[in-house]
């Protein structure tokens, strides 16, 4: 078995128990080369949709008729020619020699209709204009969502977000600014070779152009940590003047030490202890002593002190994080959004019957069932508290994505996307 037939494994095990790629990756046995399997397993279900259009197209059948395994094959084929380096008749020939062993009888076709993609730009399969169903084909994303992105957004933003979504995803550090500044981080990582830029969004956050494998040793020594610039910016949310802070679904920790970096006193309560242990290490990394944690379920905070301030950071359905997850896109559906509203609700309904001064809820999902939505439901039992517009509290980096108060950071921005709501007490002057 070679790395090829391997990637057609996991991808065959991410259709029939949904799982995030990178640990059906990793539950794979005896793979050569991980970055070339990573790159296949990705890349087919990143672009899926425009490839399964081309597919289409050039077998003039659809894909409906054809058996899975063979059109399974054919994804990864037509994504090895259309979207890597890999010389075209290598990628053919490979493909075709695995159709031959995994589905003799389609050997033919599969060879036929590789063929044709070798001699076919991938452009010229598309579909033209700018439709919704246009723009979901070409973005390879689930038309529904285009649709609901294109009311909320209107078009033109969502081909914008639906586009960025298709950038490959690298990994941001958010600097310690406790043992040295942005710019001596960014001297040490062009010193190294690291492709690196400042975040446009976060000032102690440095984009990274790739992994962070060469910068483990600051991460280990708590000079950096591991985070997405669009987490760090919700954090930054959070009025200075709150003093005492709940993190209220914490993990996996990186909002709480941004938290804790710009001088919060801070109490990170999840459900998980697992999922608190990169906060643990990271916490003790930075600072030279372990967080402050608390587990406990967040619909049920097992809490009797005041907070100035809580973060809400619930759990969702996660559609602003689809570049660095592509898998997810494929098993989201509307009903799986409807579903979360619920448990969110619970959790914004506990954080506020704890009365704190300022409340932020926030989710990495786009929709607004999750946060619009669950936000005025709550305020309809919570009437000592109202909406308040983030633009008074938010850094300026951040004024250009809030949008009649609420702060709808989208991909386009290079971070994960977020969706934040600032909550305050009615009586508060302090917001």
Known sequence: MNDRE????????????????????????????????????????????????????LAKRELASIDPPVVALLRL????????????????????????????RAKGFANA??????????????????????????????????????????????????AADQELSYPDVLVN???????????????RGIEHELSTIHPSVIRLRESTSRVADLVQHGRVHAMDE??????????????????????????????????????????????????RRGHTAMFGHPPR????????PPFRQEFDAILVDAPCSA??????????????????VASLTATQTTM????????????????????????????DRVLALHTGFRRIDLATVAPEALLRWIDRGTLRLTPESGADGFTAIGIAQRNSHDS
């Not at 037509?78 to 159709?99: C, D, H, M, N, P």
């Not at 944690?293 to 049920?300: A, E, F, S, Y």
């Not at 494929?330 to 009903?335: G, K, S």
């Open 177 to 191: 600014e406790r043992r040295w500044s942005v710019a001596d981080a960014s001297e040490e990582l062009t010193n």
């Open 6 to 57: 391997r990637a057609l494994r996991i991808l065959a095990r991410i259709d029939e128990r949904p799982m995030p790629a990178d640990v059906a990756i990793d539950r794979e046995p005896g793979i050569e080369d991980r970055d070339f399997v990573r790159t296949l397993v990705l890349g087919v279900l990143r672009w899926r949709l425009r490839i399964d259009h081309a597919i289409e197209r």
């Open 230 to 279: 669009g987490s760090a910016a919700i954090a930054a949310l959070v009025p200075r003047s709150c003093d005492r802070v709940l993190d209220l679904a914490a993990a996996p920790g990186g909002k709480s030490l941004v938290l804790a970096l710009e001088g919060h006193h801070v109490v990170s309560n999840d459900i998980s202890a697992l999922r608190l242990q990169p906060l």
């Open 319 to 336: 559609t602003g994080t689809l570049r660095k997850n592509p898998e997810a896109r494929w098993r989201v559906a509307p009903d799986r």
């Open 113 to 162: 209709v590789l063929r044709r993609a070798s001699e076919n730009e991938l452009a010229s399969l598309d579909p033209g204009g700018d439709s919704v169903g246009a723009i979901a084909i070409r973005t390879s994303h689930p038309q529904w969502l285009v649709e609901r992105w294109a009311r909320l957004f209107g078009v033109e933003r969502t081909a914008r977000i639906a």
């Open 293 to 300: 944690i608390v587990i406990g379920d967040g619909v049920r």
């Open 348 to 375: 914004l309904d506990a954080a506020l019957s704890l009365s704190p001064r300022f409340c932020l809820y926030a989710t990495c999902s786009l929709e607004p069932e999750e946060n619009d939505e669950v936000v």
């Open 77 to 104: 084929g037509a994504y090895q020619l259309w979207f890597t380096g890999i010389a075209r008749y290598a990628a053919v020939s490979e493909t075709v020699e695995l159709a031959a062993q995994l589905a003799p």
